[in-house]
């Protein structure tokens, strides 16, 4: 087979890749590919024994770079630990081999009686902001026709949606970022809130060089990431908020804006409503108010606000740090306010976006994966919306169930009376990623049914019923929407294995089994070309597209509606709700103090680190990530430590009222004494998900993971001898 | 209790709102709820004639560092669309609590179930000869609401408090024509008008009575280390200054303007305006004539409730919280014929606006659930839904919240009792009758560096912060700030605090970006001990060790550090 060019598996960054079959793997790389490549872009080495070899490949957004995950990405596709065959459960708990035709029948079965004994809501979906369009399109059209279901929703209800929130109320329409990502290359100021992009997506950061130079990369995050670093020899400034004070921190650099007289008033009357209200509810956030309440000293908090106001090319980002938390969208909307209030947003030189984190993070938020919503970000309780998509559709708008249930009040449902009996699982391993985890697990093993679609047994797929085994990204055909909101196309450069089939497959033949209306393609070219009609006139509108237009190298920013040539930079003339203008909401913290500081009670934040991928379902496997951090680590500050008696490399439990973690210490300076972090990717009794609470943001559903209650202690770890009191205890 | 019954919708509960400062406009603002869904009939009644605006920023604005909107917090539109009434510019001269109503000042009356006072401060007028002396006590509060403070006897030309609008233009006048300005009295208020008005080019002096400013705040080296800031910033710090009176000179229009301020020990301090800052007082004649317990302010429980009535309410700088006693009379004979309780108003807007939220909340509760004030003196809320995590913070009085010095490039900020020395010895646990192992002794760890301008000093009790002071080190004080506010413990080490502010925090000169186990390609996590290994093994070139590592296969930023890691590799292996 011939070089194919498609995109990295991971990331919303979705860096372009050139994938070289094995047996084609002895051509000269740099003829498979353009010349201009920057690095040495194939290392061979990595091809002996796997299917494909990576290069990284030109593409405005990566120039050629790939992470460590990326360049390691081949090795999960001949790995040993994939599923091949469908495997059913036994009553002992072990899985053997049974065909497609009996799995397929058997969880057909299952479906209807669900449907036909606790009715049709008893069977929940559950999909993943990693699946193409045209599986996430397809897996919402399935789920309410086929299963004639309302209850699907989806991973990205854990990452994107606070900020989806915040950007359908503001400007009506919310695409990550509402620019290219080159363009942020001539920034003078970036304000980063609550994103650690140097670790979670490295190739980004070559485009905040400009900034940097302009000693105006700004980056708030209460630890010193990779990123906040980036700041350091006068490339910007890092500011340092306690946990969970973001929204104060914004709501007082707004005051600021206002009060030295840094506010577009021009663009305001222009271009916006609301102005008044916010006006009013920042008055009483003066910055010395704010640092009581942040930490930030009300020097550094001027410095940011004149940096701001300071001229071109500004930009304000969000990420994880400010959204995942009780009051995401109200934080998200300040930051969105702020951005508002100093004329950024629909320019041509300043913005305001936020960075999507999966690989299809956009587009499976798209077209039908959320509960209250059908393809092209329409809304699932809109007539006019239920009747154009039935239309494309071919059955009657009553047809399609309303509006579901976000994804934690899905899984609080599982296996309760009334609730979810049956569940699919799509791309998603929530016995990890999913907040108070182990009582995730437990409403799991409480269903009547679990049929999972993965490559590896993930801690998710452990406790399936079924498990089929599905494609991996250089096996497959189909369409990702980048974080910005740019279609691309993943190709297929190999086979699957015999035994695995894609997602696609697996509808139409559920499908045919259970007499579903509607018709259910296998073929991805034909999924997309439906799925463009449904978007058609919607928000995210793709029915200029098609797969011949996209392999001719359109650069396809939606909305993109036929005779349209896409939109690069969206609200330029104006803003996507029906008066053109965008909505100031003025918004208010509603939160307490945090704990008090004694004895070990600290603030737990979670995240990622450079080597794995969300779960980690995926980059546990590849050995060379997994030798890198095999482990959960929990990061301390180490005047914390040493009060706590906690050493570097010593163990620590970390427990409350949800469950304990047990994993080793890493003392570092970089985070604050009041706080610890821990990554979110590890299994088993280092979930950071077992502390983590399934509360809300009351509007967007996204639950609390940035701002746990938790009590700390060294322990003696299970490969140490035992503590000094135990050894003498044990030698009298 | 009335028991909803079908349809029939309940009475709203008639809430009356007597003052619309910063924090009776907050109270509107979190109770507006109740009001849209028609549980409850609001009326404020707002002596100025403006909207509520954030007190909090006077100075500013009388410096001309900010314009006048940056300081409304609202302009009702939203509490009058929910239907609430908003009558500014308005007095109100009595309560008649046996019939429930309010008189105002145009004669007319209005209806009450709930009562909430606040009603503010007024500017302190020290007594000095030629200005005139006001005798509050029992009078009846003027009609007109304009002249509600000063009626009587309006301040002379020349001589201004800071309290409202107005004064706050005769202030600026002043700032603009960078004239004399005497700043009487030295708190957290007088200090920050003090070099607010130098930095605005005025020129600035400041007299009082102690031996240093914020002495309510500070202790002996805080408030020394502030005064030679204050002097390094321009500003004229006169101490051990007892005001006695004042010198006046008739300008060209005929009218007494003032001239000087005159010492007890004869020093004699002339300037074009006399600023008064020494303090305020709550205002409480509406209580006391009605006859509601009042001592430094109208006296309510931690329920924020009359010691007295149970359909009155006070909250703010009118507010004086301390428990009711148990069994007192508490008439109007209660009145000056006792002790004073401890606390008293805080004057701190933080407290106030949590007892606006913590009030409006317990209303919202109250009536929610059909709750209506009994008829009795003495109502069991007990029931009601506490607001937990604020009540400790209700009695809030002084020393008990941060205070925050508001200047450019002098940053102050205390909180607590930060008496204590370093070596005085803990002897509480005597005192208190306990004679071994006191559980939480007292400690206190100090910095001190006047020629920098720094200074710092923690108290802590069994480890936790309990009181501290933090002059001219930002970021610590911003970290203490932050550990007393939620009762933390310190670490043991407490210079780890100090080096928030100390330049290897910044680590733009911190680590050694050529050490082993530095990152220098984050896309890829390779350090430079792997780039010099794999340069050991031959790797010479950029390019090389990208193909080798991945170093440099990302982003691409780090290629020059790479070279560079190269170049010093190959030096040091050159013999």
């Known amino acids: 087979m011939n070089p194919v060019d498609t995109h990295c598996p991971y990331c919303a960054l979705q860096c372009a890749m050139t994938l070289t079959p094995a047996a084609a793997a002895a051509t000269p790389a740099a003829a498979a590919t353009p010349a201009a490549r920057p690095a040495p872009a194939v290392r061979p080495a990595d091809a002996i024994g796997l299917p494909v070899s990576i290069a990284g490949r030109a593409f405005p957004t990566n120039r050629g770079g790939l992470c460590k995950k990326g360049w390691t990405a081949a090795e999960l596709l001949g790995s040993a630990e994939r599923i091949r065959e469908p495997m059913r459960r036994a009553a002992d708990g072990s899985f053997a081999p049974i065909s497609w035709t009996d799995a397929l029948d058997l969880i057909a079965d299952r479906l209807r009686a669900s449907r036909a004994e606790h009715g049709a809501d008893s069977v929940g979906v559950f999909g993943g902001g990693g699946l193409t369009n045209e599986k996430a399109y397809q897996l919402g059209k399935f789920t309410r026709l086929a299963l004639g279901s309302s209850r699907i929703d989806y991973n990205g209800r854990f990452c994107m949606s606070s900020a989806a929130a915040a950007g359908n109320r503001a400007f009506g329409l919310d695409r990550g970022l509402p620019f290219r990502v080159e363009d942020l290359d001539a920034a003078d100021t970036i304000l980063m809130l609550g994103s650690n992009v140097a670790q979670t997506m490295p190739p980004f950061i070559g485009h905040l060089d400009g900034a940097r130079q302009a000693g105006g990369l700004i980056v708030v995050d209460p630890r010193r990431t990779a990123t906040a670093r980036l700041t350091d020899d006068g490339a910007g400034l890092h500011v340092q908020p306690a946990p969970g004070t973001d929204l104060v921190l914004l709501l007082g650099l707004t005051h600021l804006v206002l009060a030295e007289r840094l506010a577009d008033t021009d663009y305001l009357a222009r271009r916006t409503t609301g102005f008044d209200q916010l006006r009013y509810s920042v008055a009483g956030w003066y910055p010395q108010r704010v640092q009581e309440h942040t930490g930030v000293p009300v020097r550094q908090l001027r410095e940011l606000a004149s940096r701001l106001a300071a001229g071109r090319g500004t930009y304000i980002i969000t990420g994880r740090g400010v959204e995942q938390h009780v009051d995401g969208t109200d934080t998200a909307t300040a930051a969105i306010n702020l951005a508002l209030v100093l004329g950024l947003v629909g320019t041509t030189h300043s913005g305001y976006g936020t960075l999507t984190g999966q690989g299809n993070g956009q587009g499976g938020r798209e077209h039908g994966q959320k509960c209250d919503q059908l393809p092209g970000y329409r809304k699932i309780t809109d007539p006019a919306a239920r009747a154009h998509v039935a239309g494309v559709w071919g059955v009657e708008p009553e047809q399609i169930p309303g509006a579901g249930i976000p994804a934690v009040e899905l899984l609080g449902a599982l296996g309760r009376p009334g609730g979810i009996r049956t569940l699919l699982v799509h791309g998603a391993n929530v016995v990890v990623s999913a907040p108070d985890a182990d009582s995730v697990r437990r409403g799991l093993k409480n269903l009547d049914f679990l049929v999972v679609c993965d490559f590896f047994f993930s801690e998710t797929a452990a406790l399936a019923d079924v498990v089929l085994p599905v494609t991996q990204w250089a096996e497959e055909e189909g369409t990702m929407t980048s974080l910005e909101g740019r279609v691309l196309r993943r190709r297929r450069a190999i086979d699957p294995p015999a035994g695995v089939r894609s997602e696609l497959w697996i509808f139409q033949e559920l499908a045919r089994r259970l007499d579903a209306p509607g018709v259910y393609s296998a073929d991805p070219s034909a999924v997309f070309d439906e799925l463009c009609q449904a978007s058609a006139g919607g928000i995210a509108d793709y029915s200029g597209l098609d797969y011949t237009l996209l392999d001719a190298g359109e650069p396809a920013y939606w909305p993109y509606p036929a005779g349209s040539g896409g939109t690069p930079r969206l609200f330029l003339d104006r803003f996507a709700h029906d008066d053109g203008r965008a909505r100031i909401v003025a918004v208010t913290p509603r939160g307490v103090l945090a704990p008090a500081q004694t004895r070990g009670a600290l603030t737990l934040i979670t995240g990622r680190l450079l080597e794995h991928y969300q779960s980690g379902a995926q980059t546990r496997r590849v050995a060379e990530l997994a030798t890198a951090q095999p482990e959960a680590r929990m990061q301390v500050h180490p005047a914390t430590a040493a009060g706590l008696g906690l050493t570097d490399g010593g163990w620590a439990e970390l427990a409350n009222e949800r469950g304990t973690v047990r994993c080793r210490a890493q003392l570092s300076a970089d985070i604050r004494p009041d706080t610890v972090f821990l990554p979110f990717h590890f299994p088993a009794d280092q979930r950071a998900n077992l502390l983590t609470a399934a509360a809300t943001d009351p509007i967007s559903g996204m639950p609390e993971f940035k701002r746990t209650a938790v009590r700390v202690r060294a322990i003696a770890g299970p490969d140490l001898p035992t503590t000094d009191h135990e050894r003498v205890m044990a030698d009298a | ?575």
Request: charged share 20%.
């Open chain 2, 1 to 575: 209790m009335p028991e909803p019954t079908g349809a029939a919708r309940p009475t709203p509960e008639r809430i009356v709102v007597v003052g619309y400062g910063p924090v009776g406009a907050r109270f509107v603002d979190e109770i507006l709820p109740l009001v849209e869904a028609g549980l409850a009939d609001l009326t404020v009644v707002g002596a100025e004639g403006e909207h509520a605006y954030n007190r909090v920023l006077l100075a500013d604005y009388a410096v001309g560092r900010t314009d006048r909107d940056t300081l409304d917090l609202t302009d009702g539109s939203r509490a009058r669309a929910a239907g609430a009434r908003i009558l500014t510019g308005t007095a109100v001269v009595a309560v008649n609590r046996t019939i429930r109503t309010v008189s105002l000042g145009d004669g007319s009356t209005l209806p009450y179930d709930r009562l909430v006072l606040a009603t503010g401060a007024r500017a302190n007028v020290p007594t000095l000869d030629g200005v005139k002396r006001v005798r509050r006590g029992l009078m009846k509060p003027g009609a007109a609401a304009a002249t509600l403070d000063s009626a009587e006897a309006p301040l002379p030309s020349g001589i201004s408090a800071l309290r409202d609008l107005a004064d706050a233009a005769t202030v600026l006048a002043a700032v603009q024509a960078g004239q004399r300005i005497v700043v009487l009295g030295a708190g957290v208020l007088g200090m920050e008008i003090a070099l607010a008005a130098a930095a605005a080019g005025a020129q600035v002096c400041v007299v009082y009575h102690g031996e240093i400013p914020m002495n309510r705040n500070l202790d002996r080296g805080a408030g020394s280390v502030l005064t030679r800031s204050a002097r390094r910033a321009g500003v004229t710090m006169v101490n051990h200054a007892r005001a006695e009176s004042v010198l006046f000179h008739h300008d060209d229009a005929g009218v007494e303007r003032f001239e000087a301020l005159i010492c007890a020990d004869g020093k004699q301090i002339s300037g074009d305006l006399l600023l008064l800052s020494c303090g305020v007082g709550a205002r409480t004649e509406l209580a006391h004539l009605a006859g509601l317990p009042v001592s430094t302010g109208v006296l309510v429980d931690e329920s924020l409730q009359s010691w007295a009535d149970a359909a009155i309410h006070a909250i703010g700088d009118c507010a004086h919280v301390a428990a009711r006693p148990v069994d007192a009379d508490l008439g109007a004979a209660w009145n000056g014929a006792r002790m004073a309780p401890a606390g008293g108003p805080s004057g701190l807007i933080g407290p106030g606006w949590r007892q606006a939220d913590s009030l409006a909340a317990r209303f919202s509760a109250e009536i929610t659930a059909g709750m209506t004030t009994a008829g009795t003196t003495t109502v069991d809320w007990g029931a009601a839904p506490a607001v937990a995590e604020s009540a400790p913070v209700l009695a809030a009085g002084p020393g008990a919240s941060v205070v925050m010095l508001k200047a450019e490039g002098i940053d102050v900020v205390a909180a607590g009792d930060t008496a204590a020395d370093p070596f005085d010895v803990d002897d509480s646990a005597h005192a208190h009758g306990c004679a071994a192992g006191d559980p939480a002794p007292l400690a206190v760890a100090q910095w001190a560096d006047p020629e920098h301008g720094r200074y710092v000093k923690m108290v802590t009790r069994g480890g936790i912060l309990t009181g501290f002071v933090c002059v001219g080190m930002p970021r610590t004080g911003a970290e203490l700030t932050l550990l007393f506010e939620r009762g933390s413990e310190l670490p043991a080490d407490r210079s780890v605090l100090l080096r928030f502010d100390g330049p290897d925090y910044d680590p733009e000169t911190a680590g050694d970006a050529f050490a082993p186990e530095s990152t220098v390609c984050w896309c890829n996590g390779v350090t430079v001990e792997a780039i010099a290994a794999s340069a050991a093994a031959g790797n010479v070139t950029v390019a090389c060790i990208g193909a080798a590592t991945r170093a440099g296969t990302g982003c691409g930023g780090c290629k020059g550090r790479i070279g560079e890691v190269l170049e010093r590799a190959a030096a040091q292996s050159v013999p």
